[in-house]
């Protein structure tokens, strides 16, 4: 009897081989999409500039996202992931009362400096607002109703002044991400900013958003 041979005949493709292609290419396409978007900004984007960069043609991404929108989408998805993963690690590092929200302000500075172009989304989608900003909302709900759920133990424990939780983490996250952000504009006026220059202004930040939150005496 002669044995058949298993071994994939010459130009066959092992299985999975082309689904690995497939999510290859598209972590390619989400990559250079997020970067662009983040800081060139969406509508300054066309696909056309992203396939060049890519070294594919434009009806290659149309075929994993069926529009520029839905593109945006996906991106959005993949950088709220990475968000909540590394706010959420904050709060797990850190100890308790207003260690936590400073363990939060340190970890968006240090994402700030890493990945600019992740902050830089989240104020591309607040500019955009509507279905973008919606969908930022909803990816990010883990993290929100973590955060909201601490502010109110806080105060249940006198430690943050009373107020609106949900309100006081919207403040809260538009000041952060405005400070964070305008490293932008650091770079852009003095270069790049300096460790010791972005350790400063976080400080004044942390400063301020501690007198606002528990009191100057805190």
Known sequence: MTATSTAPRKGSRRPGARAQRTRETEDRILTVALDSFGTRGFEATSLDDLAAGLGITKQAILYHWPSKRALLDAVVDRACLELVVELSGALDEAGSGWDRIES??????????????????????GRLGGDASARLIEDMR?????????????????????????????????????????????????????LRS???RRRELLGFLRAAMCGPDA
């Open 142 to 194: 883990p993290f929100i109703d973590r955060a909201t759920a601490y502010f109110e133990r806080e105060m249940d424990a006198g430690r943050i002044r009373r107020c609106d939780p949900a309100l006081l983490l919207v403040s809260a996250y538009s000041t952060v991400l405005g400070a964070a952000t305008d490293l932008d504009v650091l770079r852009a006026i003095d270069g790049e900013p300096t």
């Open 198 to 200: 972005t350790a400063v």
């Open 104 to 125: 939060v302000v340190r970890r968006i500075f240090r994402v700030g400096l890493r990945r600019p172009e992740l902050l830089g989304l989240l104020r591309e989608l």
